[in-house]
């Protein structure tokens, strides 16, 4: 199994950028495709983007289009969120997560992350 330990988080204004990394540790890293989610407050977790184990696919929720860029460094086991533009409904607590297969559903990743909090103020 794959140990995940997220990093970066802070408190932001409006319009700025975090960048947020996910270190691995255990299993190969380079095996595993990799996801970025996000839960705020009363809300339930959600997926906010993807990056295939070779880096070659990737796919964004909506909400994310544009402004977030995910990425990965296998050599270094870690992975990246790039998070440019922020807005205050993107304060969440942000999880990354990993599978064996290409899946963007919570329920179907292998590995999790404790999790870092984004605030982003307005």
């Known amino acids: 199994q794959v140990q995940l330990v997220e990093s970066g988080g802070g408190l932001v204004q409006t319009g700025g950028s975090l960048r947020l990394s996910c270190a691995a540790s255990g299993r190969t890293f380079r095996g595993y495709m990799m996801g970025w989610f996000r839960q705020a407050p009363g809300k339930e977790r959600e997926f906010v983007a993807a990056?295939?184990?070779?880096?070659?696919?990737?796919s964004y929720a909506d909400s994310a289009k544009g402004r977030f860029t995910i990425s990965r460094d296998n050599a270094k086991n870690t992975g990246y969120l790039q998070m440019n533009s922020l807005k205050p409904e993107d304060t969440a607590v942000y999880y990354c997560a990993v599978s064996m297969i290409w899946t963007s559903r919570p329920a179907a990743m292998d590995s999790w992350g404790k999790g870092t909090l984004v605030t982003v103020s307005s």
């Open positions: 990056i295939s184990a070779s880096s070659v696919t990737t």
